[in-house]
């Protein structure tokens, strides 16, 4: 069996299974969850929130165990990313997988588990929920390019030419790099804003508490830097998606872009149903997984942009 066949298996569940953790993070702290077991890793000294003695602690169990849950979630992905990195060192003579960059995926994951602690045991601190959600969304990007990569070193059929019609490759890349550190930044400014609850700062759309240009203080300037932030990303998304659509030839770059586009008007549309409909939980939950899709799509444009013989 190729080694490609044994790992990607491996890092398409890691995929399923980071998205997973991503979103019920959003979920916990959007129903404020996120300190109904103040201690780490457990829950009051306890790994079940329903063996709590009754009484003996203020434990509200439906929230805790919404938190213990997001926990075993957050602790098999770092188990089977392990996995991952060991395969990579026990068939290092193959290179299947680049040995740094399967020991980097470790460090970050044990990095993200040390952010997932301080979030409980700093109660909260907007720079650590903020920097807790960027690392977890690193790790999800970093295991889709995995994926990618092990798929077109396995599969024929993946293995798409650069060949571009009437423009340079490398300027596309440069385009679409671009795109991703911009909605990189818009992720790190919803983060900052769903850290500072200023989401239902500006309750109106398109305007901000019925002006264009609202006055620039706290929640207000938070939520609005957030919406400036949004209108940057969506204008570099679409010129390298529409840049890929009319000079890229093969149908993996053309999907990639496809779905860049698709997931960003989703994203669009939840956000503004979002805020027009008073900011439900399930509403400003899915906002989180639209992100997460959204990036998804961009790190596959940007692989399909590389050579296929190239390993992660």
């Given at each position: 069996?190729?080694?490609?066949?044994?790992?990607?298996?491996?890092?398409?569940?890691?995929?399923?299974?980071?998205?997973?953790?991503?979103?019920?993070?959003?979920?916990?702290?959007?129903?404020?969850?996120?300190?109904?077991?103040?201690?780490?890793?457990?829950?009051?000294?306890?790994?079940?929130?329903?063996?709590?003695?009754?009484?003996?602690?203020?434990?509200?169990?439906?929230?805790?165990?919404?938190?213990?849950?997001?926990?075993?979630?957050?602790?098999?992905?770092?188990?089977?990313?392990?996995?991952?990195?060991?395969?990579?060192?026990?068939?290092?003579?193959?290179?299947?997988?680049?040995?740094?960059?399967?020991?980097?995926?470790?460090?970050?994951?044990?990095?993200?588990?040390?952010?997932?602690?301080?979030?409980?045991?700093?109660?909260?601190?907007?720079?650590?929920?903020?920097?807790?959600?960027?690392?977890?969304?690193?790790?999800?990007?970093?295991?889709?390019?995995?994926?990618?990569?092990?798929?077109?070193?396995?599969?024929?059929?993946?293995?798409?030419?650069?060949?571009?019609?009437?423009?340079?490759?490398?300027?596309?890349r440069k385009f679409a790099w671009l795109a991703l550190a911009m909605l990189f930044v818009q992720l790190a400014l919803g983060g900052w804003t769903s850290?500072?609850?200023?989401?239902?700062?500006?309750?109106?759309?398109?305007?901000?508490?019925?002006?264009?240009?609202?006055?620039?203080?706290?929640?207000?300037?938070?939520?609005?830097?957030?919406?400036?932030?949004?209108?940057?990303?969506?204008?570099?998304?679409?010129?390298?998606?529409?840049?890929?659509?009319?000079?890229?030839?093969?149908?993996?770059?053309?999907?990639?872009?496809?779905?860049?586009?698709?997931?960003?008007?989703?994203?669009?549309?939840?956000?503004?149903?979002?805020?027009?409909?008073?900011?439900?939980?399930?509403?400003?939950?899915?906002?989180?997984?639209?992100?997460?899709?959204?990036?998804?799509?961009?790190?596959?444009?940007?692989?399909?942009?590389?050579?296929?013989?190239?390993?992660?």
């Amino acid at each position: 069996m190729p080694r490609a066949a044994l790992i990607r298996p491996l890092a398409i569940a890691a995929v399923f299974l980071c998205l997973i953790v991503v979103v019920l993070g959003a979920y916990v702290r959007l129903s404020a969850a996120g300190l109904s077991c103040p201690d780490w890793p457990g829950c009051y000294g306890h790994f079940a929130p329903s063996a709590v003695p009754t009484g003996t602690v203020p434990i509200e169990v439906d929230k805790a165990w919404k938190e213990m849950v997001h926990r075993y979630a957050a602790a098999t992905l770092g188990l089977i990313i392990i996995i991952i990195a060991a395969l990579a060192i026990q068939y290092r003579k193959e290179k299947v997988v680049s040995l740094g960059y399967a020991l980097g995926l470790l460090a970050l994951v044990i990095t993200q588990g040390i952010f997932g602690m301080l979030t409980v045991t700093r109660q909260l601190e907007p720079a650590i929920v903020t920097a807790h959600l960027l690392f977890g969304l690193t790790t999800l990007s970093l295991l889709w390019w995995l994926v990618l990569t092990l798929g077109r070193q396995q599969f024929q059929a993946w293995r798409g030419s650069t060949a571009f019609l009437g423009s340079s490759l490398p300027r596309t890349r440069k385009f679409a790099w671009l795109a991703l550190a911009m909605l990189f930044v818009q992720l790190a400014l919803g983060g900052w804003t769903s850290s500072h609850y200023a989401a239902t700062a500006c309750p109106d759309f398109p305007t901000c508490q019925g002006h264009w240009w609202p006055p620039m203080q706290g929640p207000v300037a938070i939520h609005f830097a957030h919406r400036l932030g949004a209108l940057f990303a969506t204008v570099l998304l679409v010129l390298a998606a529409t840049r890929v659509l009319q000079s890229r030839t093969d149908r993996f770059a053309r999907r990639a872009a496809w779905a860049v586009l698709a997931a960003l008007v989703l994203q669009l549309l939840i956000g503004i149903s979002m805020v027009l409909r008073g900011f439900p939980l399930w509403l400003a939950t899915a906002h989180n997984a639209g992100a997460a899709i959204l990036l998804l799509s961009t790190v596959a444009l940007i692989r399909s942009l590389r050579p296929a013989w190239k390993r992660a």
